[in-house]
């Protein structure tokens, strides 16, 4: 067995190093600290949301080899808040640090063209997709599976970057052209659209002896391809609650997770829950389980990484909704009020203290926990109108 961190023998909190400086590291730092860990960032940049909360901070970027070599001098064990490192880096830290996810878990998730063949082998439902290598490929994927459908970068899309629905031939060909023949060509891959009644997602932890807890299915509600709502727990029947946790935990062991991961599925209109991708890091669909959870999701990612016994994910509360507040204009990333927001009383508020602002950038969210699910809605959404940015 693992020893561990708090068994080292150090002169010092033991730190967790955090690859990336965004909030997701940072609310994954505010749950160290309470557990009693230091905390270490690099990132691309100085005063990252995480970064202005530890005095070790390196701002060089985890690409630079005497950055990341002190980063790894001061941390004790790694972690990560995002999944476009490199394996190679996460190798090179292995070498002298722990490191969760580990390489072999993000290899087989950054690539989602290997994502998706990896959960396929191990039985995953999932809709059909293929590799593009050509415009003729993708105009013959949508005469072979129908129109629309999806053409997606393999690797560094999220929040809808580097999505494209296509309902022709002619806009597969200009969708293909348009992610292969930039200034920074990419590969990409075709996915049959998929007519869902809802998207749902689950959050799972694992620590490094196999030990883990699944947080209840979510629905999730998204805005020109963002993630605006999670509402908890999903309104859907007892029967798709326990699929979708049981396909998140099958993805989670089939690439051997260490860590917290997010997996969005669909609900189709047939009643199927077919799986859409995963993330190995603390997810925005679990930001509702800070407020709402016996253990958030941060808290057992840290759990999971240094090897320590998982904390419960129940429920404290039978309705929680997390709504994103997300950047409407450039600009700077403090908004011109929060007092209307914070005039309701029920509402829980964190602003991850980006410097900048652009259009739908996540800045920060909102939860409300109660009773009743459309209540609690009504509250969240009504709170998030009335923050003037």
């Known amino acids: 067995m693992l020893a561990s961190p708090y068994s080292l023998h150090t002169s010092r909190p033991v730190v967790l190093g955090i690859i990336g400086g965004g909030q997701l590291a ?3 730092a505010q749950a160290a600290y309470r557990l009693g860990l230091g905390i270490a960032v690099i990132e691309h940049g100085a005063d ?55 390489a072999d878990t993000v290899a087989l998730v950054q690539d989602k063209l ?49 999505n494209i629905t296509v309902r022709s031939e002619q806009e597969a060909i200009a969708g293909y052209n348009t992610f292969t023949q930039s200034e920074e060509p990419r590969q990409v891959m075709a996915e049959q ?25 979510v629905e999730t509600i998204q805005e020109n391809h963002i993630c605006r709502v ?19 935990l099958a993805c989670v062991e089939a690439i051997k997770g260490v860590g917290v991961f997010g997996v969005e599925m669909f ?57 994103n507040i997300l950047g409407e204009r450039p600009g700077s ?15 829980a508020f964190h602003l991850y203290g980006k410097k900048d602002s652009r259009k739908g950038r996540k800045m920060g969210h909102l939860t409300v926990v109660g009773h009743d699910t459309d209540t609690v809605l009504q509250q969240a959404l009504a709170a998030a109108n009335d923050l003037i940015w």
């Open 26 to 28: 940072k609310m994954t």
């Open 48 to 102: 990252s949301p995480a970064g202005t909360m530890t005095k070790h901070e390196f701002t060089n970027g985890w690409t630079d080899p005497d950055e990341l070599q002190r980063f790894i001098d001061i941390s004790d064990i790694i972690t990560l808040e995002n999944e476009f490192v490199n394996p190679d880096i996460l190798r090179t830290i292995a070498e002298r640090r722990l490191v969760f996810p580990n």
């Open 114 to 162: 290997t994502q998706k063949k990896t959960f396929t082998a191990a039985g995953i439902p999932m809709t059909t997709f293929e590799e593009l290598n050509s415009p003729e490929q993708a105009a013959d994927f949508g005469k072979k599976h129908g129109f629309p459908y999806i053409i997606k970068t393999r690797t560094l899309g999220y929040d809808g970057y580097g």
């Open 193 to 217: 659209f998929v007519r869902f009644t809802a998207e749902l997602a689950v959050m799972v932890a694992r620590n490094r002896r196999g030990e883990h807890v699944i947080y209840p299915c």
């Open 230 to 248: 999670v509402i908890a727990p999903a309104r859907c029947s007892t029967d798709i609650h326990t699929k979708a946790q049981q396909i998140a």
């Open 267 to 323: 609900l189709t209109e047939s009643g199927n829950v077919l799986f859409n991708e995963i993330a190995p890091r603390p997810h925005n669909s679990g930001h509702y389980t800070i407020e709402a959870c016996h253990c958030s999701q941060f808290e057992n990612a840290v759990r999971a990484v240094n090897n320590l016994p998982l904390g419960s994910p129940a429920m404290l509360t039978k309705a929680a909704v997390m709504v």
């Open 333 to 347: 990333g403090v908004p011109d009020s929060i007092t209307p927001l914070l005039r309701h009383p029920e509402t």
